[in-house]
């Protein structure tokens, strides 16, 4: 016990550091403060999910560690650095909500994308699209066009492209917000499978409970009008779940508790 | 085939619509041929009938009727006689060899649509390093958009001569003071496609190459403009179109003897209405051609691309 205390230590590095993180959108009618003294620390390997009502500030957190957003207030450091350098050195790969996949282009040259403007070589390119797309489970499916497609596998090429170079951290914002439940359980447990091969830190997005307790290590309820973190839950369930794992009692009571959270969080309207 | 009826059907009402045109247009000076002739006219006399309404002088004297679809040089050529003259002017001169004669519509149309192309490429390029600026330079916007838009409003017409005399006082003319006005009309559709068609990434993509830490150059090169591709071609078919008509305008002013304008010139110096009916609808079924074979590459290349249906 001891011995695995001190390795698990070890590896264990905070990724993401955030302290008393603020942010403020000036609108036309008044600011918004979208972040509100935001704590957080994410270590690698970590699976955190970020659930919450509209407005509750996960996006733009996402944003904040992506550097599509800047902080007017607090620190926040992304590999010890600023996410803005983190950005230049390519830490993230970031999946949004839509697959955002060129209509212009095939499946693999999708994939391609990052990789051509990263400066790989073609063989390293076609090597890559091919570990990605097995990764996802859409080989073969490298010279359809988008269009030709299901909406979960687009999903699912968006997410390879986000694998296809080396960054250790995705950032996933709703990805499979717009499937439907059945496609959806599917894809989480694709993701697990896929975050426990490749040994990524993963940021995710999400709207709904189930999804966040059994995918995350780490559940980060916020709450709106300001942004806020309400409770950080560290999940006790075991990092191998099926997808049956929904009924036993842990995952119950995890659930639960987020349940919880988001109630408390929504008390002051 | 429901859709040929159709079409057919509203061809048909157009060509009776004009035939019937024809009957007023030209009553009176079939009437006064007629008289002169020998023929009984009612009422008697070209001053009588100069106040009198066309209808009835129609109806009072319907023996004249065939002949106000065959005059030499009526108000209104009837569609068979500029049809006529089409072929005579195009078709007929091929089978006699003499395809490039100084009569005939394919060499005319040949001056006009050289001046086109060279116009039209001229403003598209014009148009697209235009539309590349404003989107890359707030200033630049801020700059050239106003007057690229209010060189629109400037009546070609008006313009023209001004261009062709500037260019000919330093020493310009032949083919390019026409391409030039021609570039003038068709670089807007271009730039405002363009603008469109470069800033239709939204912002997610944006967000996405950010990631990536892309270039701006890449973004325009792997993003904007294959993303503009749709914009680019519907403004082209405006384009080409406005570009002939740049071109046409073109030889008005200058007195040209070749081209299209100078059909429509020397047509209405003479009276010969049907050639001038015959050279606006060469231009017509030249721009129809233009568009089309325009509509033909956009569907190679967007298919190509992977984008067509």
Redesign the interface.
Known sequence: MNIETTTQADVTKAVVEARNLDLVFPTSDGSVQALKDVNLTINKGDFVSFIGPSGCGKTTFLRVMAALEQPTGGEITVNGMTPDEARRQRAYGYVFQASGLYPWRNIARNIKLPLEIMGYSKAEQEKRVNEVLELVELSGFGGKYPWQLSGGMQQRASIARALAFDADILLMDEPFGALDEIVRDHLNEQLLKLWARTNKTIGFVTHSIPEAVYLSTKIVVMSPRPGRITDVIESPLPSERPLDIRDSPEFIEVAHRVREGLRAGHSDD | MKTLIAVLTVLSVIIAFWYAACLPMNIKGVLTEAERAGAEVTPVGAKERRDLGEIGLVLGNSFAVPATWAQDRPRLPAPHQVAQELWKTTGAMVLKGKMMSKRSLFYHGWVTLSATLLGFAIGTGLGILLAVGIVHSKVMEMSVMPWAIVSQTIPIIALAPMIIVVLYSIGVQGIIPKAVISAYLSFFPVVVGMVKGLRSPDG??L????????STN?GFW??RL??S?PYLFASLKIGIAASLVGAIVGELPTGAVAGLGARLLGGSYYGQTVQIWSALFAAAILAACLVALLGLIERMVLRR???GA
């Not at chain 2, 967000?207 to 892309?214: F, Q, V």
């Open positions: 997610m993509q967000d996405l190459l950010r990631t990536y830490n892309a890449q792997k993003l294959p993303a591709m691309m992977g984008m």
